[in-house]
């Protein structure tokens, strides 16, 4: 299926999702049964990047993670008013679904339709290389062209590297790498240097 332009807002508004996001884990073993029935409608959490460098923001990792993979909807964070423009970089590990991901940066593509590429290990089961093939197809949706490599990349240290000697505007990762990402984050020297990166559970 031919990827379709959208109409990008630039994420209008301003969404910021971090009051939400860190009050999930107050609970004593991350998100509880209340907290998610307060947010059930929300399908998705948007975090700017800037709150991860103000002085007084601090977070528990452990627990943030935690009550993320009890949420299970995804995680995006990026810059405001600086719409996507680059081409995307997704890493399949052979697990991630990445559907719901798709629709959730939608509105902050540009109109005009950007590549993207995906990366892959080496050795896949025929399981997850049928994944894969399903990720190719619902890719090929949102992003043309689209490119394919396998590569060693390991952290998120990694992917930036990589990511910035490439002109990739946006990271799609598994939930798991969000707590290297956030690390990398806050203590980098240019906030506005960290690629927007969205992480599907």
Not at 40 to 54: A, C, N, T
Request: aromatic content about 10%; hydrophobic content about 35%.
């Amino acid at each position: 299926m031919e990827a379709k332009a959208i109409h990008n807002n630039g994420g209008k508004g301003k969404p910021n999702d971090w009051v939400s996001a860190r009050s999930f884990y107050t609970c004593k073993n991350g998100i509880c049964n209340s907290c998610l029935s307060i947010y059930e409608e929300k399908d998705q959490l948007i975090l700017p990047l800037s709150k991860l460098k103000e002085k007084d923001f601090e977070i528990d990792l452990g627990s943030f993670l935690k009550s993320l993979a009890k949420f299970d909807r995804p995680v995006l964070f990026y810059h405001r008013n600086q719409p996507i423009k680059e081409q995307a970089l997704i890493k399949f590990t052979g697990h991630e679904n990445f559907e719901n991901s798709f629709k959730v940066i939608k509105p902050f593509l540009p109109i005009t339709t950007i590549p993207a590429t995906i990366i892959s290990p080496y050795a896949l089961s025929k399981n997850n290389r049928l994944k894969e093939q399903k990720l190719v197809k619902q890719t090929k949706k949102y992003f043309e062209p689209l490119g394919f490599i396998k590569l060693h990349l390991h952290s998120v240290a990694d992917y930036h590297e990589y990511a910035l000697s490439e002109k990739i505007g946006l990271l799609m990762m598994p939930l798991k790498d969000l707590p290297d990402y956030v690390h990398y984050a806050q203590h980098s020297e240019d906030i506005q240097k960290v690629i927007p990166a969205i992480f599907q559970p």
